[in-house]
């Protein structure tokens, strides 16, 4: 998760190498709740188009159009875009209908945004789901593979739960050691929760979560970490504080129920 941290994004590049040096894969999340997702998402976007090789984008739970409507990135591209921001809003959104759900990396590595589905055994069913279907993206208020895929969190209980978040399932270490070993695959890398080093090791080190959001809306104090892989396919993690958010006055200073979104800055060219 990146979540509109454009300075931490910035700073993510300098640490870890610039494109097309380095090869990057996103697990999602690049909008909402921080104070610059118009900029994160473009470049991004952009960064993708350059270097379509060397970047990979994979799609988030705050990605779909009625996440974003509520949790800060419509709000962003009309302040900033004004009179045109609810187009840009929507083109915005209609290139994150085409981002992929999970990826593969060497065979071994399956990278998803947050979790798995009941419903998916296999990587060819994975292949199958029409990724641009905006209500199986939607969050607590639709059901489907594709919601699980964006929504659901890895637990200490075995087998499938029901989750706190009112959306996808929890599932555990057998879940994911059954997933894992009927599809060839060694690993599971996924975002989606905030973890206070920057990343977590969890079912028998079989799923590790990654948060690149340092001080996650500026006041949780964790850091962030990048997960960097050698040609072994060795993990080793870069962490990194947050850069400090923009300073604004308490007048430019907008709102919601998120925290607090820097207003003036985003207005900025």
Request: hydrophobic letters at 35%; proline letters at 4%.
């Amino acid at each position: 998760d990146v979540h509109g941290q454009f300075l931490d994004l910035l700073n993510i590049f300098a640490l870890c190498g610039s494109t097309p040096e380095t090869s990057y894969l996103f697990l999602g999340n690049y909008v909402n709740r921080g104070y610059d997702s118009c900029r994160t998402a473009s470049l991004l976007l952009l960064l993708k188009v350059r270097y379509p090789r060397r970047i990979t984008l994979l799609c988030g739970s705050h990605e779909g159009r009625q996440i974003s409507q509520v949790y800060g990135f419509y709000d962003e591209c009309t302040r900033r875009y004004h009179p045109h921001g609810a187009d840009v809003w929507k083109y915005l959104t209609d290139c994150f209908d085409y981002l992929p759900l999970t990826a593969i990396v060497d065979n071994t590595l399956f990278c998803v945004h947050a979790g798995l589905s009941p419903s998916l055994d296999t990587l060819a069913q994975i292949r199958l789901l029409g990724r641009t279907t905006e209500a199986d993206r939607s969050g607590p208020i639709n059901d489907g593979p594709i919601n699980d895929l964006l929504w659901s969190d890895p637990d200490e209980r075995s087998g499938w739960g029901v989750c706190p978040k009112g959306a996808g399932y929890t599932f555990g270490s057998d879940i994911t050691r059954q997933f894992l070993h009927h599809n060839g695959l060694s690993l599971m890398a996924r975002a989606h929760q905030l973890v206070m080093e920057g990343y977590n090791w969890c079912h028998e080190r079989k799923c590790v979560t990654i948060c690149s959001a340092p001080n996650f809306r500026n006041h949780c104090g964790n850091q962030g970490a990048v997960m960097e892989l050698d040609e072994s396919m060795d993990a080793t993690f870069q962490q990194f504080d947050a850069i400090q958010w923009p300073q604004m006055s308490a007048a430019d200073r907008a709102y919601g129920a998120m925290g607090d979104i820097p207003g003036s800055f985003l207005c900025q060219t």
